[in-house]
C-alpha cells in the first residue's frame, strides 16, 4: 500500500478500496479535489458575490483591488450575505425533510399511504399534547391527521413562535425574545433570509447575522426536530441495538441492497420489502443466500437507529463502496448523493435507483416514490436486485465488519439511566463526567478521513467528557470501535465507572444530522433540571470534518442555543474581519455562546475541555486548570 491512500483516509477499508478503484481506473471525491486545486481564494475568504447580474463581484482581500462590489457592497456585506445563505440552504434541506415525513403522517392518517403505520402511539400523542391537540377519546389516526395539520402550520407565516421552541430552557427562550431571532414559521425564515439577502435589502453585516441564528434556529427547533419526532411516530422511537459497521457488512454470497441519503420514508419501504420471506426465497432461487440490506450515510442512520441494520459507510466511503463490485442496487433519496455515483456504478454492475421527485442524478434510473405507491414500488426494486445478482463481476470486500451499538434517543438514554436524567447531573456534578460533547457532521476531502471524528471523540473521551455523536462523525467513530460497552477501555476513569455501571460506551449514537436535536433536547432536559440556561452548561459541539450547507445551520442552531461549537474546516467568512470577530467573540454577549475554528482535532479537544472546565467553574462545580 502506498503513503498516498494513508494520507487520504484513516480506515482499513478505505486505503484498500482507494487502490482497487485506483486500479479500475474510477474517479474518486479525492482525484476530483486535486484537479480543483489550488481552489479560489476569494470564495475560500467569502469575497466572492454573485447575487445579481451587475456582478458577478469579488473584493481583494490586500485592499489594492475593488473593496466594494457593483451595487456597493463591501466586504462585511458579502461575506455575511454569503454565509447567511448557506445557513438558509441548509435550514431548508433539512426543513423540507420534514415537511415530506408529515406528508407521509397526513396520509397514514387520511388511509393514503399503505405500508406505513404509526409505530410509536405514544410519542404520537406527547407530541400532539404539545402542539396543544385534544388527544383524549380519539382515534390515533384521528390524532395524526391534526397533529400533521398542525404541524405543517409550523412551517407557514402565521405564528409568532414555533410550538416546540418549548422544549428550549425559559431563561433560552427569553433571550431569544429579547434578541429578536424567536424563529416564527420554518419557512418564513429561509424566505425572509433570501430576501434580506438579496440586492438592497439587508446591508446590515450584523442584523443579516441575527436573522442568520433565527433562520438556523427554525431548523433546529423547528425541521429537524418535526423530521426527528415524525420519523419516530411513523417508524418507532430507537432504543439500544447492535450493528456491524463498515464495508465489510456487504456480502459476497447474498444479494446486496445499500440506501443512500437521508429520508427513512424511503429506506424503510425497501427494508419491509427486503426482509419479507418471499423474498429470500427469490434470492435463494437466484443463487444467493438471502438479501441484505446495508445502509451508507444519514439513512443508513436511521435504518440502524431502529433496526440495527448494517451500516457500510460514511460520505467518504459512498463511491468506494460501489468499488467492491458487491452492491447490486444502490437506491437513494436526497442529500449528500455525490453526481458522480451513476458513473462510478457503470464501471460494475450495479444499478442506480433514484427515487424522490426533487432530487435526480446522471447515470440512474429515475422511479418515483409517493406515499401511496411506495410499498409496491419497493418490493418491484427488491425483486430487480435479486434479478441483477447474477450479473456480478468479480467482488471485492476486503475486511471484517466492526461490532457497534445504536439506537441512543433521548427516552433510550434517559432509559438506560434508570428513568430520569439524574444519575448523568449526578456524575456531572460529582465530576466523574466532566462534561459532554456532541461531534457531528461530515466528511470532506480536506480533512483526513475520519481523522477528525475519532481522534477527537478520544481525546474527548480520555478526558472523561461523555461523547454523543449524529451523521457521518457518528459512523467515523463506530467503525474505529468506540462504540461498543467494552469502548470504555479508551475512557478515563471516571467516565469508564460511570459508563461501565450502565453498561453503555462513552460515545452514543444519536443518529442521522436532523437528529441533532435529541441532543439540544437532552441538554435542555439537563439545564432543565438545574434551573440554568443550555449556556451554563459544560457541554460542547463540534464539526470536525464538515462540508455541507446543512452542516452550517447546525453549528449557528448550536450556538443560538448557547453552545460553544468548534468547527474543523474554515468557513467562508476569513474575508471579513467583523464577521470572525462576531462569531467567534462578539455572539457571547448576545447569545452565551461562540464558534471557534480548529483543524487540528488535538487541538480542538483541548478548546472543549477548557470550555467544559471553565462552565464547571461557573457553576461551583469542582474544576481542572
Ligand atoms: O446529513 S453528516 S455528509 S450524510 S450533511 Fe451529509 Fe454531512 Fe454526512 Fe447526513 Ni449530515
Ligand atoms: Fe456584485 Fe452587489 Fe450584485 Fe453581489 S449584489 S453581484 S456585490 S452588484
Same mark, same amino acid.
Given at each position: ?84 445563505? !448557506? ?181 424503510? !419501504? ?213 462504540? !461498543? ?91 471579513? !474581519? ?48
Amino acid at each position: 500500500m502506498t503513503c498516498t491512500y494513508h494520507r487520504q483516509t484513516i480506515t482499513e477499508d478505505g486505503q484498500l478500496l482507494l487502490k482497487k478503484a485506483e486500479n479500475d481506473q474510477v474517479e474518486t471525491v479525492w482525484d476530483r479535489y486535486r484537479s480543483q486545486l489550488p481552489q479560489c481564494g476569494y470564495c475560500e475568504l467569502g469575497l466572492s458575490c454573485r447575487n445579481c447580474v451587475m456582478g458577478p463581484c469579488r473584493v481583494d482581500p490586500f485592499g489594492e483591488g475593488p473593496q466594494r462590489g457593483v451595487c456597493g457592497a463591501d466586504a462585511d456585506i458579502i461575506v455575511a450575505r454569503n454565509l447567511c445563505r !448557506m445557513i438558509a440552504a441548509g435550514a431548508a434541506s433539512h426543513s423540507d425533510h420534514g415537511r415530506d415525513l408529515v406528508e407521509v403522517l397526513a396520509g397514514v392518517a387520511a388511509g393514503k399511504a399503505p405500508g406505513y403505520t404509526i409505530r410509536d402511539v405514544e410519542k404520537l400523542r406527547s407530541v400532539a399534547v404539545e402542539y396543544g391537540i385534544e388527544i383524549s377519546g380519539k382515534d390515533t389516526l384521528v390524532i395524526a391527521g391534526e397533529l400533521a395539520y398542525a404541524m405543517q402550520e409550523d412551517y407557514g407565516t402565521r405564528t409568532a413562535a414555533l410550538t416546540l421552541l418549548k422544549r428550549a430552557p425559559a431563561k433560552r427562550r427569553e433571550l431569544w425574545k429579547n434578541v429578536g431571532i424567536t424563529p416564527r414559521g420554518i419557512d418564513r425564515e429561509t424566505s425572509e433570509m433570501m430576501h434580506r439577502t438579496h440586492m438592497g435589502v439587508d446591508n446590515g453585516w450584523q442584523s443579516l447575522l441575527l436573522q442568520g441564528l433565527r433562520n438556523a434556529l427554525s431548523d433546529g427547533w423547528g425541521g429537524s426536530l418535526i423530521a426527528s419526532e415524525v420519523s419516530d411516530i411513523l417508524f418507532g422511537t430507537p432504543t439500544p441495538r447492535p450493528a456491524s459497521v463498515n464495508v465489510g457488512v456487504l456480502k459476497k454470497d447474498q444479494v446486496n441492497i445499500v440506501v443512500h441519503g437521508h429520508n427513512p420514508v424511503v429506506s424503510e !419501504m425497501i427494508l419491509l420489502a427486503a426482509t419479507s420471506s418471499e423474498m429470500k426465497q427469490l434470492a435463494e432461487a437466484a443463487g444467493a443466500k438471502g438479501v441484505n440490506l446495508a445502509g451508507v450515510c444519514c439513512t443508513g442512520n436511521e435504518l440502524l437507529m431502529r433496526h440495527g441494520i448494517p451500516m457500510a459507510g460514511n460520505h467518504l466511503m459512498t463511491e468506494l463502496i460501489l468499488s467492491t463490485g458487491a452492491v447490486d442496487m444502490m437506491i437513494v433519496d436526497y442529500q449528500c448523493i455525490m453526481p458522480s455515483l451513476g458513473q462510478v456504478a457503470s464501471c460494475y454492475h450495479t444499478r442506480m435507483i433514484s427515487t424522490s421527485d426533487k432530487a435526480r442524478f446522471p447515470g440512474m434510473e429515475h422511479r418515483e416514490f409517493h406515499p401511496e405507491n411506495a410499498e409496491e414500488l419497493a418490493e418491484q426494486l427488491v425483486r430487480e436486485a435479486i434479478e441483477n445478482f447474477g450479473r456480478r463481476g468479480r467482488v471485492y470486500v476486503p475486511v471484517e465488519p466492526v461490532q457497534s451499538l445504536g439506537g441512543f434517543s433521548v427516552e433510550s438514554i434517559v432509559a438506560a439511566l434508570g428513568g430520569s436524567a439524574a444519575p448523568l447531573i449526578e456524575a456531572i456534578k460529582s465530576g466523574k463526567i466532566r462534561g459532554a460533547a456532541g461531534i457531528v457532521g461530515c466528511n470532506n476531502p480536506k480533512i483526513l478521513h475520519d481523522h477528525g471524528h475519532v481522534t477527537l471523540a478520544r481525546r474527548l473521551v480520555e478526558n472523561d467528557i461523555l461523547v454523543v455523536d449524529t451523521g457521518c462523525a457518528a459512523i467515523a467513530t463506530a467503525k474505529a470501535g468506540l462504540k !461498543m460497552p467494552e469502548s470504555i477501555r479508551f475512557a478515563g476513569p471516571g467516565l469508564k465507572e460511570v459508563c461501565g455501571a450502565l453498561g453503555i460506551p462513552p460515545v452514543l449514537h444519536l443518529g442521522s444530522c436532523v437528529d441533532n436535536v435529541r441532543i439540544l433536547v437532552l441538554a435542555s432536559a439537563l439545564a432543565n433540571a438545574l434551573n440554568v440556561d443550555l449556556s451554563d452548561l459544560p457541554i460542547a459541539g463540534a464539526a470536525p470534518e464538515w462540508y455541507s450547507e446543512k452542516a452550517v445551520s447546525i453549528a449557528a442552531y448550536f450556538v443560538a442555543s448557547g453552545v460553544y461549537t468548534v468547527l474543523g474546516p474554515m468557513p467562508p467568512i476569513a474575508g471579513s !474581519m467583523n464577521v470572525v470577530k462576531l462569531l467567534t467573540e462578539g455572539l457571547k454577549d448576545v447569545v452565551g455562546a461562540v464558534f471557534a475554528v480548529e483543524p487540528d482535532p488535538g487541538a480542538a479537544a483541548i478548546l472543549i475541555r477548557r470550555h467544559v472546565e471553565d462552565r464547571r467553574k461557573a457553576l461551583g462545580l469542582d474544576f481542572r486548570v
